[in-house]
Every structure is written in structure tokens, then in C-alpha cells.
T-cell receptor, first 114, second 115 residues
Framework: AQSVSQHNHHVILSEAASLELGCNYSYGGTVNLFWYVQYPGQHLQLLLKYFSGDPLVKGIKGFEAEFIKSKFSFNLRKPSVQWSDTAEYFCAVLNTGTASKLTFGTGTRLQVTL | GAVVSQHPSWVICKSGTSVKIECRSLDFQATTMFWYRQFPKQSLMLMATSNEGSKATYEQGVEKDKFLINHASLTLSTLTVTSAHPEDSSFYIC???????????FGQGTRLTVV
């Protein structure tokens, strides 16, 4: 069975600080990788996704993530966070097999202070 | 972008009653819909996958007689929590995937409180 680990449960940063949230997955086959964000009181929104090709993907709002196949990782980064980035971030993995389903990590709560 | 609407956003019900949650894809046809449950400070746990016109596939440990899922059309899936108990209180989220797509779009979630 596939699983997704997000090691940072709660991260507090000052505005303009750099961000990196870890995501590791376990699955031996081909996967599609996603980062979702959930702002307070809102639904999940897709930040970025990786299907194939360039392992460095750029998403909305200045976020990017790098797929490192050898490390089974898909870490999320942003060079300079803003207060409005305060939210819950979820990494998710979709296996591309016949029983494809999206598995989520436990989430990381990011709090950006002014 | 694709929009998925869930209704209601929150509901309070008495123990022993049943509650129905609707999930609609507003601007696309969703051949597959997913139902998740999210506990506080925890991840989204997939409960079941439903394909239009066929029975839902439940994840291990999810009681199919308790969580009834109907996907009668390409734009609507419903989750009915039958004989709800306080331990069923949670945040339920649906997502919908257009035919042929790998990306799914999420509803805003429904907070269920059973008293």
C-alpha cells in the first residue's frame, strides 16, 4: 500500500523567510504527485502537480516542488513566504495503476508571522 | 476552473438520525467521485470511490451499510450517514474527477456534528 509522510506538522516562519516542506512517499510504481493548500475556512486547492518530465515543477503563488525519484521525495519550496501563505499544506500521491487513488499526507500547518 | 460544490457546509443532527451530503460537479461531468473524511489535525482519509452508475468501492474499515454512497448521475454523488453517532462527527470532503483526467477537484467540505 502506498503511504505519504509529511514530517513537519507545524511550521512557523516570519514573512520573507524561505520555506521548504518535506514530503516522502512509498510506492514502487509510477506516481503522480500533488501539493494542495487549504486556507482557513476554504476548500482544498491545487498548488502544483508533477506527472512527468522536468522534476522541478512550478505552481501558483510562487511555489515550486522538486521530484527526486531516488529519494521518493517531493518537497515544496517558496523563496519568500507571505502572511497570506498561512494555511495547511497537503502532499498527495496518485498511483497510476488500475486502482488509482489519491493518498494524502498528514498535512503541515504553516503559520507566517508579520 | 472546475468547480465542485458540497451541500450542506455544516450540519448538526441528533444521534440515531441519518444525514445526506451532496457533492455536485458544476461545470464538468465527473465519472469518478471520491469521499474523504478528515479528523482534526489529521490527513484526509479516503472512504470510498464511486463511479457513475455502479456501486461504490469502499476502503478497508469503512462500513458500507453505514456510509451509503450513490452516484446516480455524472454531476451528483451523495453520501448518507445512517444512524449517526457522535463518533461520526467529522469533516467530510468530496472530490470529483472528469473522465480521462488524473486531477480531481475538491468540494469545500461538510462539517458534521452529531449530538
Amino acid at each position: 500500500a502506498q503511504s505519504v509522510s509529511q514530517h513537519n506538522h507545524h511550521v512557523i516562519l516570519s514573512e520573507a523567510a524561505s520555506l521548504e516542506l518535506g514530503c516522502n512517499y512509498s510506492y514502487g510504481g509510477t506516481v503522480n504527485l500533488f501539493w494542495y493548500v487549504q486556507y482557513p475556512g476554504q476548500h482544498l486547492q491545487l498548488l502544483l502537480k508533477y506527472f512527468s518530465g522536468d522534476p522541478l515543477v512550478k505552481g501558483i503563488k510562487g511555489f515550486e516542488a522538486e521530484f527526486i525519484k531516488s529519494k521518493f521525495s517531493f518537497n515544496l519550496r517558496k523563496p519568500s513566504v507571505q502572511w497570506s501563505d498561512t494555511a495547511e499544506y497537503f502532499c498527495a500521491v496518485l498511483n497510476t495503476g488500475t486502482a488509482s487513488k489519491l493518498t494524502f499526507g498528514t498535512g503541515t500547518r504553516l503559520q507566517v508571522t508579520l | 476552473g472546475a468547480v465542485v460544490s458540497q451541500h450542506p457546509s455544516w450540519v448538526i443532527c441528533k444521534s440515531g438520525t441519518s444525514v445526506k451530503i451532496e457533492c455536485r460537479s458544476l461545470d464538468f461531468q465527473a465519472t469518478t467521485m471520491f469521499w474523504y473524511r478528515q479528523f482534526p489535525k489529521q490527513s484526509l482519509m479516503l472512504m470510498a470511490t464511486s463511479n457513475e452508475g455502479s456501486k461504490a468501492t469502499y476502503e478497508q474499515g469503512v462500513e458500507k451499510d453505514k456510509f451509503l454512497i450513490n452516484h446516480a448521475s455524472l454531476t451528483l454523488s451523495t453520501l448518507t450517514v445512517t444512524s449517526a453517532h457522535p463518533e461520526d462527527s467529522s469533516f467530510y470532503i468530496c472530490s470529483a474527477r472528469p473522465g480521462g483526467a488524473t486531477e480531481a477537484f475538491f468540494g469545500q467540505g461538510t462539517r458534521l456534528t452529531v449530538v
